[in-house]
């Protein structure tokens, strides 16, 4: 008898037995729901409508009651509760032990942090068009300020507050980069809340669409650099802007 017969507490892989056995090629899994859950709905809808508050308009707290917005929904607190947590990871809300919870606003200084990481994303982003996107998509984005010439800018700011937004939003898609693409995604709800409330200081429109124009000239030329610096330029100087005017975020 060998020393691994006389040796009953080892116990190892019959090799042999295991050539022989049906090899496992997929893991046994169940069927899941595919529907979105609720969390992720009453997400989806919380984050929505802060991004819609326009909160930096007044410095009023706006207290989230968690309850109210389960009745609202028509479903019970858990999910409600999921997805507040979520929002706070995010950075969207904050709890306050005993008090409840609130939509947070960015002091100035963090939404210049804010504004100056996403001038490197978008800057990025310019560069990778110039040198990946079609001639047909850089001229979308040309295409969406025509309804602004011949002075028609200040009869719908409001409207153009939303092509802004569409524009920026564009450049990094157009990027074709899921990495910046996702690191941006949430910087920038951020930053479209603050965009909707400067665009219509000190004649910040007038000046946003002259750069947007000047950024589509160097995408159609294909000037990477040049494109680039311009649209790092553009985002650096929301940031001064921030730093020189929104004392209201103090």
Known sequence: MSSRDRNPRRVGL????????P????PALQPIDV???FKHQAYTALKNAIVAMDIYRNR???RLDERKLAQDFGISRTPVREAMAQLESEGFVRSVPRRGIYVVRKTKREVIEMITAWAALESM???????????????????MFVTFENGRLRAHLDEYSDVNIEFHQTIIKLSRNDVLIDLAENLFTHM?????????EKDRADRS??????I????????????????RDHALGLADHVSRYADYLD
Not at 14 to 21: H, I, P, S, Y
Not at 192 to 200: A, D, E, L, N, Y
Request: proline share 1%; no cysteine.
């Open 23 to 26: 090899l496992a090629r997929h």
């Open 35 to 37: 529907t979105p859950s």
């Open 60 to 62: 009023d707290d706006i």
């Open 209 to 214: 669409i002259r750069d947007h124009m000047n």
């Open 216 to 231: 589509i000239e160097a995408l159609e030329a294909r000037a990477t650099g040049r494109a680039e610096e311009l649209v």
């Open 192 to 200: 479209r809340m603050i965009r909707r409330k400067t665009i219509g």
């Open 14 to 21: 019959d090799r042999g037995a295991a050539a022989r056995a």
């Open 125 to 143: 982003a310019a560069r990778l068009i110039t040198q990946t996107a079609t001639d047909e998509e850089i001229a979308g984005l040309r295409k």
